[in-house]
């Protein structure tokens, strides 16, 4: 039941985008998020989409894996083009019953989806090419400047490793429980909302107990293995940006340069 | 042989609430640097709040812990006391604290603040040590129990330790898991000369032992080789302990007139005295 | 109410390549009243078997038949399956949830539909099945020690009244004497209930004390079948298949190996001390 359920999931294979520092990646997807979000014509997500599908093409990460990513977000993808085709003001496309639809409205539905789909594809991109503790590792040290301000990097890292490390304990603790209950009796899959509510109370409570038991004794054994928080600690493996990282920057910072202009730069 | 821990008029209290609850009573040990002791008894004997006590994770409520002379309530000597006696658990999945084997036997050595050159040969090294070499990349939760402890010994080698203390890592192990940490501990035991305190209620893994010391209710009740605490059949079951089945069936031919000795521990020996 | 698996097969992940065959056509019959005690490495198909009693997973293919009730029917209550054949997991204390141990035991009946007037009955003559004292009906499962919430577990499934107990590993994580508490209370209700039990252990002692008739897995069939003193006789093979036996059985075959004519099946210490003493006797007199 609970077996297909996968996070931040990672396709291993040796690439170039693979190798990259994972701190190259992650501020790359970010700078090319917001480019995203600045650009506002189809030419700008063609540009970006081209970017996109190039790196997707050098991770060799086939396509069906981003589109398997996607296929979880169809319904909202579905339900974000029929509200904009009948909520928009504009030139009538066709009528149904009291609702108009218009052109205006598939255009705009049309370009949100389309953001959208470049948004999922690109991000799960970084979480294929990327190994969770690469990803925690890079997020820690690109952070690391603002502990001074007081963001809790070290702290924000571990709970994300400890997270990804006891996910999977958690799913499988839950499936032993739901088949404890269902051996006495309990059943999950019929009923109405409230019951279906109610009866997840016999699978949530041993899961928070056992949770709270877990980390009861991980503390222990933490502490026990001399972890006393960020500091004095170092790292076995070390980070290295090289030539190939520098190359990704740049061109990131290309393409958001074409994206900010074609908005701005070529008006009035 | 010089000590490694003393352990000296060493009371423990819990208070939860109202209740108070004597955990040990007076407890005076000495384990000799290179020892293998196995410490046996019944639930609530005690014997896990001592293994606490080994690794400066309880401080005493009076008497004294001194590991490797190193007094456990002094706050500056911490870390290097932990570091000295590292400590595994029972259980295999709450003790892992990263998403692959290598960084998790990493842990250690990252809190010690080593330079990162030196880790990565340590973790080497107790991968080898316990036989998990070709590991590194595997996530925790795919690993077998016996795997996953021996990978929570490997994380303690580490830290280059002097003892072990193991409390109850085999409870919830199957058969082939239990053979496989008992046989890696045995081997840090004797080629490394790490001095190893390993706490179980399965009598046949104290069968090995250099010594066992037996706990009841807060105590030590017994103390000493294999050979002689076993000898002792009618008080360890009067502590809610076995003895293993051929300790017991000497024990009952020796009642029926059969002339074996009293201290048999192995199905070997009880064989060769009934047929040399 | 005997439970019977044709040739049963089970496989986990199917059409992937991580396809795992847990069972392999299994056939296996239950008889009422029976204590049948199942071995096997780690891997065998064990948990697997267990999960097919009870309609918790159904067959890829082969018929399971509770009581005559082939559970893949689709008219098939699995409900009613679910109270006649009790399934207790490993770490059953792992699955307490409700705020005082009555309660929590009443789960199960109170899913079947038993009219509450009659549900303190059930729980207090589950309580007392399992040796917990009254007094603790009105406690939270949480305060009490390992054993005791283990202890509840089991009730929580006796007060559905079935009529076979299916235990997974019942001592695992227990010290000497709460074992030896569990297996006496299971051995009472299988002697004077007359419940059928079905127990899964590694632990060979507790097999040679608790079952009459034991079944060996290997991966995903049953590979032995037979009373349990005569298949723990077959040591090599045993061994073979990466499993112990009970430390008696080991000296028995010992001893048989340097001369001394003893019988192979003996499981108990008592039966080892008669049959060594008789053994000894006979080689005195022969020579």
Redesign the interface.
């Known amino acids: 039941m609970l ?1 297909g359920v996968i996070i931040g999931q990672y396709y291993a294979a040796e690439s170039p985008i693979h190798r990259l520092d994972p701190r190259t990646k992650i501020g790359v997807t970010f700078v090319f998020i917001v480019a995203l979000f600045v650009a506002h014509a189809f030419a700008a997500f063609a540009v970006l989409a081209g970017f996109g599908w190039l790196a997707l093409y050098l991770s060799r990460v086939p396509p069906r894996m981003i589109l398997r990513g996607l296929r979880p977000i169809l319904f909202i993808l579905a339900f974000t083009l029929v509200l904009h085709v009948f909520m928009a003001d504009g030139r009538t496309w066709f009528q149904l019953g009291p609702f108009t639809a218009t052109w205006e409205g598939l255009h705009q539905g049309a370009f949100v989806a389309t953001r959208l789909v470049i948004l999922i594809g690109t991000t799960s991109l970084l979480t294929l090419t990327t ?3 690469a990803l925690t590792d890079g997020l820690e040290r690109l952070l690391k400047p603002l502990s001074r301000l007081g963001v809790p990097a070290h702290e924000l890292a571990m709970m994300m ?2 997270a ?2 006891f996910i ?2 958690l799913l ?2 839950a499936e ?2 739901m ?9 999950f899959e019929t009923g109405n909302m409230l019951q279906r509510a109610r009866s997840l ?2 699978l949530l ?2 899961l928070f ?2 949770a709270f ?2 980390a009861d ?2 503390a ?9 928080g960020g500091e ?7 980070l290295r940006a090289g030539p190939a990282d520098y190359v990704t920057v740049a061109a990131t910072g290309l393409v958001a340069a074409v994206v900010v202009l074609m908005r701005w730069g070529f008006g009035p | 042989m010089a000590e490694i821990i003393s352990i000296a008029r060493l009371f423990h209290k819990y208070s939860t609430g109202e209740y108070q609850v004597e955990a040990l009573e007076g407890i005076d040990l000495e384990v000799r640097a290179g020892e293998f002791i196995v410490i046996i008894g019944p639930n609530g004997s005690g014997k896990s709040t001592l293994a606490k006590h080994l690794n400066a994770l309880l401080l005493p409520t009076s008497g004294q812990v001194l590991v490797k002379g190193m007094d456990t309530r002094d706050p500056a000597r911490l870390w290097e006391i932990r570091r000295t006696a590292g400590m595994v658990f029972q259980n295999p999945d709450n003790q892992l604290v990263a998403t692959t084997v290598e960084e998790d036997v990493a842990f250690g050595p990252e809190n010690l603040g080593v330079i990162p050159s030196e880790i990565v040969a340590r973790v080497v090294s107790s991968l080898s040590a316990v036989d998990m070499t070709g590991y590194q990349r595997h996530a925790p939760h795919l690993l077998s129990g016996g795997q996953k402890q021996r990978v929570a010994i490997a994380g303690i080698l580490a830290m280059q330790p002097e003892v072990i203390v193991l409390d109850e890592p085999t409870a919830m192990l199957d058969p082939a898991g239990r053979a496989e940490v008992l046989r890696t501990v045995r081997k840090l035991n004797q080629e490394k000369g790490i001095t190893v305190v390993h706490i179980t209620h399965y009598m046949d893994e104290a069968v090995h032992a250099d010594r066992v010391i037996v706990m009841s209710e807060g105590g030590i009740v017994l103390d000493g080789p294999p050979r002689s605490v076993f000898a002792q059949v009618e008080l360890l079951k009067r502590c809610g302990l076995d003895v293993p089945p051929v300790t017991e069936l000497a024990h009952q031919l020796r009642e029926s007139g059969v002339t074996v000795p009293q201290d048999v521990l192995t199905v070997e020996e009880l064989v060769m005295q009934l047929c040399p | 109410m005997p439970i019977e698996l044709y040739d049963v097969s089970y496989v986990y992940a199917p059409g992937t390549p991580n396809a795992v065959t847990a069972l392999n056509a299994v056939t296996l019959r239950v008889d009422d009243g029976e204590s049948l005690g199942i071995i096997g490495p780690t891997g065998s198909g064990k948990s697997t078997l267990v999960q097919h009693l009870n309609g918790l997973l159904k067959p890829a293919r082969g018929r399971v038949l509770v009581d005559g009730e082939d559970l893949s029917q689709r008219a098939t209550n699995l409900r009613n399956v679910r109270r006649k054949v009790g399934v207790i997991f490993q770490y059953p204390e792992h699955q307490l949830f409700e705020e005082t141990v009555a309660k929590d035991i009443a789960f199960g009946p109170r899913n079947l539909g038993v009219p509450e007037a009659q549900l303190q009955e059930r729980v207090r003559d589950a309580m007392a099945m399992v040796g917990l004292p009254e007094q603790l009906a009105e406690r939270s499962p949480f305060e009490l020690s390992g054993g005791q919430m283990r202890r509840v577990a089991i009730a929580g499934v006796l007060a559905m009244a079935p009529k076979v107990l299916v235990l997974d590993e019942p001592t695992a994580g227990l010290d000497p004497r709460g074992r030896a508490e569990i297996l006496a209370h299971i051995r009472a209700l299988h002697h004077r209930l007359g419940l059928t039990l079905v127990i899964v252990s590694h632990n060979m002692e507790d097999i040679a004390r608790m079952t009459r008739r034991l079944a060996v897995m290997d991966r995903g069939r049953v590979v032995m079948d037979g009373p349990t003193p005569a298949v723990f006789s077959q040591t090599q093979r045993l061994r073979g298949l990466g499993l112990g036996t009970p430390q008696i059985t080991a000296v028995m075959e010992k001893l048989r190996e340097r001369g001394l004519a003893v019988r192979l099946d003996v499981l108990t210490v008592e039966e080892a001390r008669d049959e060594i003493v008789a053994g000894l006797n006979r080689g005195q007199s022969g020579a």
């Open positions: 077996r190994s969770p503790i490793t400890i990804l490390r999977p304990t499988e603790e032993k429980v088949k404890a209950q269902m051996a006495r009796g309990a059943d109370v016999p409570v041993p107990v056992g038991r877990r004794e991980l222990m054994a933490m502490e026990a293995r001399c972890y006393r004095h600690r170092t790292r076995m493996r070390q």
